[in-house]
């Protein structure tokens, strides 16, 4: 059975950094388009970054552009989010995402709070 599981969220002050993981079970992330998403308090889920298999081409919204990396390592089967210089507006529920043709797979999220 396929499984996403993130982890790495927490509580941090603006200007600080965080490390998410994604950890694949069931599936081969060589395979899928992976994704991070975001969901703030009474806000919509909003698409964060992507990295495409193969080649390993990346792509961000605009908001998180230059503070934002997304990584994965295939050894590992893990996708990473490396956050810095993070800002209130940031705090959300991270999920990751796998996506090919006629599958999707989300995890269950971690929450990312950036507070003074």
């Known amino acids: 059975q396929a499984q996403l599981v993130e982890s790495g969220g927490g509580v941090v002050q603006p200007g600080g950094s965080l490390r998410l993981s994604c950890a694949a079970s069931?599936?081969?992330?060589?395979?899928?388009?992976m994704n991070w998403y975001r969901q703030a308090p009474g806000k919509e889920r909003e698409w964060v970054s992507q990295i495409l298999n193969p080649g390993g081409s990346t792509d961000y919204i605009d908001s998180v552009k230059g503070r934002f990396t997304i990584t994965r390592d295939n050894a590992k089967n893990t996708m990473y989010l490396h956050m810095d210089n993070l800002k209130p507006e940031d705090t959300a529920v991270y999920y990751c995402?796998?996506?090919?043709?006629?599958?999707?797979?989300w995890g269950q999220g971690t929450q990312v709070t950036v507070s003074s």
């Open positions: 069931g599936l081969s992330l060589r395979t899928y388009a």
């Open positions: 995402n796998a996506a090919t043709w006629g599958q999707n797979y």
